[in-house]
């Protein structure tokens, strides 16, 4: 026998919000890291034959422009090129229309995503790790003997010459 209540799907429409909530986060969340990305390969693009100072602080080297670059195109061909053997090797549906999207997925991932992984090692590596420069140790200071100290200073009087006598 059934309910004649229709109370039946409130938990599937919850999960269901959730779920549609946390992809609206996540494309909102790509598509900061893609803008993200332009603008960094816009700056990358303007180091890649000089460093480009932004400030005081932040400088982009030529080597730091061109490999923010180069991952950013490993990355948006090798997203891609999974797909391709997810949909050879094990028979995976891949929808071509999304092309565009995975190869900028690839992007983002390429150049930011693995930005973002070098600097959180950097960040991760003690300071301690890393052999130090050795510096040769100063000369000690020289000490020189301390002069006696002379007699204060004494305006001179009429018999003076009987008090040094």
Do not use: H
Request: net charge negative.
């Amino acid at each position: 026998m059934m309910s004649s209540n229709n109370n039946n799907g409130d938990v599937g429409m919850a999960v269901g919000l959730v779920v549609a909530g946390l992809a609206c986060l996540a494309l909102m969340a790509f598509f900061a890291a893609a803008f993200i990305a332009f603008v960094m390969t816009v700056l990358a693009l303007f180091a890649w034959n000089r460093p480009l100072r932004i400030g005081r602080k932040f400088v982009i080297t030529p080597e730091e422009a061109r490999g923010f670059v180069k991952r950013g195109l490993a990355g948006m061909g090798l997203v891609p090129f999974f797909f391709v053997l997810l949909d050879v090797l094990l028979g995976v549906t891949i929808e071509w229309d999304f092309l565009p999207y995975m190869a900028l997925f690839g992007y983002v991932a390429g150049s930011l995503g693995i930005e973002v992984l070098m600097a959180e090692m950097d960040d991760a590596v003690p300071d301690q790790a890393w052999p130090q420069e050795q510096r040769p140790a100063l000369p000690e200071p020289e000490t020189r003997p301390v002069a006696e100290k002379p007699a204060p200073f004494r305006y001179a009087t009429w018999d003076d010459e009987e008090e040094q006598a």
